[in-house]
């Protein structure tokens, strides 16, 4: 009887450089970081199941995987998370009800910092003669003026410079009348394999700043009160994701989803007996 079986292949590598610091809790304040400078580089980022990356490739170059060779779709060069927390010193006052107010707070704040994953400008369509319901190929890439960076930071509706990238064309009429479609005029050849290749481009980095504030009281021998206010990307800094789902060059390279939350407040009582 015949069997059937599924091969995945794949190849990765990472190398990287982690460093932190540390003070340890005196006089009530302490301090932590850590950073992280890496490079991965793979040929499939996701499973067979199912595509683990909102910038994973939805089919791949089955017959060559050495064609998708690149930077994997989880990689973040550099990674920035420093933490603090401070207990605020208790004033010395004569009146209970002063101390009371004015001791026991705490303060905390967590900042996180890293670069946008990677993706990619691809063709779009049945373009390289894949016998595939899914086909897709990589473009090609410009050298024009203006050209020696692919993405206009800080530009949410023109991030990506959809001008710096096209359909590949034939470098003579000899190899157009032999190896192109000739669908398309020449010295277009949008059944070549494009130079722009997988994760050629990246999205912008991410930052968050959490910040907290506590007030720690004692009513009596048996009861505590902590009062909560606690405030999670206390800026509202937006943060971008990659133009995943536009990420074709006839389509305008916008930013068109964030990631993370906006400014979020909440406070809370807490009772201990």
């Known amino acids: 009887m015949p069997f059937r079986s599924l091969w995945w292949d794949g190849h990765s590598s990472y190398d990287g450089l982690q460093v932190g610091a540390t003070k340890r809790l005196s006089r009530g304040f302490q301090f932590q970081a850590s950073y992280t400078w890496s490079k991965t580089i793979d040929d499939n980022s996701t499973g067979a199941g199912a595509d683990s990356f909102n910038n994973s490739f939805s089919s791949l170059h089955w017959y060559d995987l ?7 779709d989880f990689n973040t060069p550099r990674v920035l998370v420093a933490s603090v927390t401070w207990d605020l010193p208790k004033p010395k006052m004569s009146s209970v009800v002063g101390e009371k107010v004015l001791g026991g707070w705490e303060m905390g704040a967590i900042f996180i910092a890293h670069d946008g994953q990677p993706f990619s400008e691809l063709l779009s369509g049945y373009v390289v003669g894949q ?14 003026p203006g050209c020696n960076t ?9 991030y990506v410079k959809t001008q710096c990238f096209s359909v590949p064309t034939a470098p003579t009429q000899a190899f157009y009348d032999t190896y192109c479609n000739p669908a398309t005029p020449f010295p277009t050849c949008s059944n070549l394999l494009g130079n722009a290749r ?3 481009l990246a999205s912008p980095g991410y930052k968050n700043f959490d910040f907290s504030l506590y007030k720690n009281t004692r009513i009596t021998e048996r009861v505590d009160t ?9 800026l509202n800094h937006p943060n971008f994701q990659g133009a995943f789902d536009t990420n074709t060059i006839d389509q305008p390279g916008a930013l068109l989803h964030t990631i993370g939350d906006a400014r979020d407040i909440q406070f ?6």
């Open 150 to 158: 692919l993405v206009n930071p800080g530009n949410g509706d023109n």
């Open 66 to 72: 050495r064609l998708n060779k690149s930077l994997a």
């Open 268 to 273: 809370a009582l807490k009772v201990i007996f």
């Open 226 to 234: 902590q009062f909560r206010a606690e405030f999670f990307n206390v």
């Open 198 to 200: 997988r994760n050629i």
């Open 131 to 144: 016998n595939s319901s899914d086909p897709f190929s990589f473009s090609e890439r410009l050298t024009g």
